[in-house]
């Protein structure tokens, strides 16, 4: 956990950071929609992958700018 803010904290202190989270909530949004297209208009009998893809969707989406609001406090 402890490299993951530190990789945080070097995007944050980078100019980049917005592009960086943009960049990671597009591909969150991109497999949230992946994971509901195959979970609504295939006929899969495991659900695994669609799940999957649901959730990391998710986690990509909200997980970015907590991350680098964790890295500003610690780093201050």
Do not use: H, N, Q, Y
């Not at 070097?10 to 909530?25: M, P």
């Not at 497999?31 to 799940?51: E, F, I, K, R, S």
Request: charged residues 15%; hydrophobic residues 65%.
């Amino acid at each position: 956990m402890d490299d993951i803010l530190e990789l945080a904290d070097v995007v944050a202190d980078s100019e980049l950071e917005g592009a960086i989270i943009w960049l990671l909530r597009l591909i969150g949004l991109l497999a949230l929609l992946g994971g509901l297209g195959l979970w609504l208009l295939t006929d899969m009998g495991l659900l695994v992958l669609p799940l999957v893809l649901i959730v990391g969707g998710l986690i990509l989406l909200i997980v970015p700018s907590l991350l680098l609001t964790l890295a500003e406090l610690g780093g201050d």
